[in-house]
């Protein structure tokens, strides 16, 4: 892919990810699931299209690129701070599922989910110094097998549209 395209095709993909993020913001999850801090991960579904459709070093790029702007439009540097740990450890383990057979799209995405939520209560245990934050991780697991396979199915939909515009190239 020349490299204007691709360029091109990350500031859409980026702009994506932050309308997704930004329309999360109205979803009353909490209503359905009383936990604090749950959300869908919309913005995720731009990176696993990304590390798919293009490669791991584009999906990095769209994911810092994403946090970063998405916290100048509103979420502060704590949100910035539990944004980029989740997101980066998210992307490292959907890098690593992603080239082993044993998963699909679903499943990279599930294990996305989980190590995101891993990495954001890292973060809040850092941040708030107390380790007992920890144990609100087995809820957070739990409901990272929903938002992961939900974010996993609108994927893997774009995914299967892409391939069969596409032709020959096979993105999943």
Do not use: W
């Amino acid at each position: 892919m020349k490299k204007t395209k691709k360029l091109t095709l990350c500031a859409v993909m980026i702009s994506l990810a932050l309308a997704l993020n930004y329309l999360e913001r109205f979803i009353p999850l909490q209503l359905l699931i009383p936990l604090p801090g749950i959300k869908l991960g919309l913005a995720n579904i731009v990176t696993l299209i990304a590390l798919y459709m293009l490669d791991a070093k584009s999906a990095f790029f769209i994911l810092v690129c994403r946090c970063l702007m998405g916290s100048m439009f509103g979420g502060g540097v704590t949100g910035l701070m539990f944004s980029l740990t989740g997101g980066m450890l998210s992307v490292i383990v959907m890098c690593v599922t992603r080239r082993m057979r044993l998963f699909s799209v679903y499943g990279v995405s599930i294990l996305g989910a989980a190590a995101h939520n891993i990495g954001q209560i890292g973060a809040a245990i850092v941040l708030m110094q107390s380790t007992y934050i920890g144990t609100y991780l087995p809820y957070l697991l739990l409901v990272a097998l929903f938002t992961g396979f939900a974010t996993g199915s609108a994927a893997a939909g774009v995914l299967r549209v892409m391939n069969a515009a596409g032709g020959k190239r096979r993105f999943t």
